[in-house]
């Protein structure tokens, strides 16, 4: 979500933005515009804007991030995260900070739908019920299924789908209901 959706969600114009932070209206036009990074304001700045559209600096600074990792770099640091932190810190975490809602509603499916995976997988290998916030969202999945970069090539060298049927055979069920096909999350290196 951009700047200025949040200020429509307010019905709220850069002018008025301006006004109400004390910023000059200059400076609202250059953020809303992205010659400006609201990263690179002072702190107290973001503080005041985020204050005027009435939502919180860490939510601000998290909705207008708009640069997209590498998917499988995205992975590996998922995994490595689980692996450093455990199953059950995990779990809080994807739970505490709800970027499975947030990549979503950013049209980021491919890592909305890996986390909840995750959090189903971890939920169902430590008997947790599963978030029922997350229940219309476990009714979709990607169009098409996402092999890791490993298989890719595999596949590609060999000529073959080989690797790819062997990946969709073994591929853990809660990451596969998405067409995610995932094998190991604890094998990183």
């Given at each position: 979500?951009?700047?200025?959706?949040?200020?429509?969600?307010?019905?709220?114009?850069?002018?008025?933005?301006?006004k109400?932070?004390?910023?000059?209206?200059?400076?609202?036009?250059d953020i809303?515009?992205?010659?400006t990074?609201?990263e690179?304001?002072?702190?107290?700045?973001?503080?005041?804007?985020?204050?005027?559209?009435?939502?919180?600096?860490?939510?601000?600074?998290?909705?207008i991030?708009?640069e997209?990792?590498?998917?499988?770099?995205?992975?590996?640091?998922?995994?490595?995260?689980?692996?450093?932190?455990?199953?059950?810190?995990?779990?809080?975490?994807?739970?505490?900070?709800?970027?499975?809602?947030?990549?979503?509603?950013?049209?980021?499916?491919?890592?909305?739908?890996?986390?909840?995976?995750?959090?189903?997988y971890?939920?169902?290998?430590?008997?947790v019920?599963?978030?029922?916030?997350?229940?219309?969202?476990?009714?979709?999945?990607?169009k098409?299924?996402i092999?890791?970069a490993s298989?890719?090539?595999?596949s590609?060298?060999?000529?073959?789908?080989q690797?790819?049927?062997?990946?969709?055979?073994?591929?853990?069920?809660?990451f596969?209901?998405?067409?995610?096909?995932?094998?190991?999350l604890?094998?990183?290196a």
């Amino acid at each position: 979500m951009t700047i200025e959706q949040m200020m429509l969600q307010q019905k709220m114009t850069k002018y008025r933005l301006s006004k109400v932070c004390g910023i000059p209206y200059s400076t609202i036009a250059d953020i809303c515009s992205g010659k400006t990074k609201i990263e690179n304001c002072s702190f107290d700045k973001a503080y005041k804007i985020s204050k005027a559209l009435n939502v919180s600096l860490d939510y601000l600074y998290e909705q207008i991030k708009t640069e997209r990792v590498d998917f499988d770099l995205f992975r590996s640091n998922v995994c490595h995260r689980l692996k450093q932190i455990g199953d059950k810190e995990m779990m809080l975490s994807l739970l505490r900070e709800d970027k499975i809602s947030l990549y979503y509603e950013k049209g980021f499916y491919l890592e909305s739908f890996y986390l909840l995976a995750l959090l189903d997988y971890l939920s169902a290998k430590h008997s947790v019920s599963l978030c029922k916030k997350y229940s219309v969202l476990r009714t979709k999945k990607l169009k098409n299924r996402i092999y890791p970069a490993s298989i890719y090539a595999i596949s590609e060298v060999a000529k073959t789908d080989q690797a790819k049927k062997e990946a969709l055979k073994n591929a853990i069920p809660e990451f596969k209901r998405f067409n995610i096909i995932e094998n190991d999350l604890y094998d990183v290196a």
